[in-house]
Nanobody, 122 residues
Framework: VRLLESGGGSVDSGGSLKLSCAAS????????MAWIRQAPGKGREEVATVADDGSTTYADSVKGRFTISQDNARNTLYLQMSDLKPEDTAMYYC?????????????????WGQGTQVTVSS
């Protein structure tokens, strides 16, 4: 599986960014896709997921501000981020794992993109 993120950058607090992830090379038809972030000196945090049935989940810290979506062919994953805060500053990774449902733990994702940096200044 190949995952290639884009769309990161630097914005002021309250600004918006839209991340994209081009996905290819899936060997099976059922898979979960997710955005996971890691801030400097902190552990990885699952930001948002979309399961094979299209159901989504969000971290409490981003609910109401971030929206995960994908195109009809599931070739591209998006993360629309609004009302960004300095605490959203992190490297954002696109990840995927085969299966009907999304993994319970971040460590269970086997496939990762190279990441795209998001920096929010106050």
């Amino acid at each position: 599986v190949r995952l290639l993120e884009s769309g990161g950058g630097s914005v002021d607090s309250g600004g918006s960014l839209k991340l994209s992830c081009a996905a290819s090379g899936f060997a099976h038809s059922k898979y979960c896709m997710a955005w996971i972030r890691q801030a400097p000196g902190k552990g990885r945090e699952e930001v948002a997921t979309v399961a094979d049935d299209g159901s989504t989940t969000y971290a409490d810290s981003v609910k109401g501000r971030f929206t995960i979506s994908q195109d009809n062919a599931r070739n591209t994953l998006y993360l629309q981020m609004s009302d960004l805060k300095p605490e959203d500053t992190a490297m954002y990774y696109c990840t995927t794992e085969y299966g009907t449902w999304c993994p319970k733990w971040v460590d269970e994702y086997d496939y990762w993109g190279q990441g795209t940096q998001v920096t929010v200044s106050s």
